[in-house]
């Protein structure tokens, strides 16, 4: 099982900037292990952000992103105390969320 989802931000005059960290191996499938054997793909699908509820970015991982993705983005329009939540899915059917206050 993929680690845990790590959730920062920091705020900012112009808005709040949002850290996501999603540890996970990301194998397209395509790599070998040392015996010349392929590993076998386990990537993340999908991905979606949500701000108290309400969805702000829905992004489509895959197989071209690097071992623990990080989604970095700013919020403009964010008040203080609100809640920030994420949730991704695999290509082998394990899903995970988490969620934090913005700063």
């Known amino acids: 099982m993929p680690g ?3 959730i920062r931000s920091r705020r900012h005059d112009d808005g709040v900037d949002v850290m996501i960290l999603m540890a996970h191996p990301m194998e397209s499938g395509l790599r070998k292990d040392a015996d010349g054997e392929r590993i076998p793909p386990h990537f993340i699908i999908d991905a979606v952000v949500t701000l108290d509820g309400e969805p702000v970015i829905e992004a489509l ?5 690097s071992k623990d993705p990080l989604l ?3 919020l403009d329009a964010a008040p203080s105390g609100a809640r920030i939540g994420v949730s991704w899915r695999d290509n082998l059917g ?3 969320q988490a969620e934090a206050e913005l700063a």
Do not use: S, Y
Request: net charge positive.
């Open 4 to 6: 845990p989802i790590r």
């Open 61 to 65: 991982l895959g197989i071209a992103v």
């Open 72 to 74: 970095q983005f700013r």
């Open 94 to 96: 394990q899903r995970q």
